[in-house]
């Protein structure tokens, strides 16, 4: 079975620093692309960011370009998303999401609540 | 960037009842792009429906998908209790992007 556990959200403040991590299971974690999801509390969803299996192809959504770092360690089963100078719209719910490009995003974690605020 | 539109906002239906929800897309969508999810409160959302028609593993045969270029359907043949819940759309080609969400609310 498929799992996905996100860790690390919090509160932080306004240009501040996180590091988001997503441990993996119940799968070849080293074979599929994966996605970070994001959504604001009481608002619709937004596509973060994404990682190829070798991590040879990365993207990310033009609102979190050059602030947010997304990486992966094949040998942990790990997802990561390194956050920096965080903003108040930052302040979502983070999901982790198996999906390689161009696919349907078939199996999305819990999320782990990340709050910007002073 | 596609931006994909989904109304209506809000649907007031009763357990048994059909349900029709929309999604037109800005610029053709090619329609092995296109996906249905269903949100609950407290939940991370869950794939319905790919490839516009598709249904997802373990999804009931009364959840369908339909449409081509820019519009979009998924209908709900017959209410049950556990579909009332938010529905978004989504194109999963370059840049995925989703709907802002329609909430399918008991009457």
């Known amino acids: 079975e498929v799992q996905l556990v996100e860790s690390g959200g919090g509160l932080v403040q306004p240009g501040g620093s996180l590091r988001l991590s997503c441990a993996a299971s119940?799968?070849?974690?080293?074979?599929?692309?994966m996605n970070w999801v994001r959504q604001a509390p009481g608002k619709g969803l937004e596509w973060v960011s994404y990682?190829?299996?070798?991590?040879?192809?990365?993207y990310y959504a033009d609102s979190v370009k050059g602030r947010f770092t997304i990486s992966r360690d094949n040998a942990k089963n790990s997802l990561y998303l390194q956050m920096n100078s965080l903003r108040d719209e930052d302040t979502a719910v983070y999901y982790c999401?198996?999906?390689?490009?161009?696919?349907?995003?078939?199996?999305w974690g819990q999320g782990t609540l990340v709050t910007v605020s002073s | 960037e596609i931006v994909l539109t989904q109304s209506p906002g809000t649907l007031s239906l009763s357990p048994g009842e059909r349900a029709t929800l929309s999604c037109r897309a800005s610029?053709?969508?090619?329609?092995?792009?296109l996906a249905w999810y269903q949100q609950k409160p407290g939940q991370a959302p869950r794939l319905l429906i790919y490839?516009?028609?598709s249904r997802a593993t373990g999804i009931p045969d009364r959840f369908s998908g339909s449409g081509s270029g820019t519009d979009f359907t998924l209908t709900i043949s017959r209410l049950e209790p556990e579909d009332f819940a938010v529905y978004y759309c989504?194109?999963?080609?370059?840049?995925?992007?989703f709907g802002q969400g329609t909430k399918v609310e008991i009457k």
């Open positions: 999401v198996l999906a390689n490009w161009g696919s349907p995003f078939d199996y």
């Open positions: 119940g799968f070849t974690f080293s074979s599929y692309s």
């Open positions: 490839g516009a028609s």
């Open positions: 610029q053709s969508v090619r329609s092995s792009y």
């Open positions: 990682i190829s299996s070798s991590s040879s192809t990365i």
């Open positions: 989504q194109h999963y080609g370059s840049s995925p992007t």
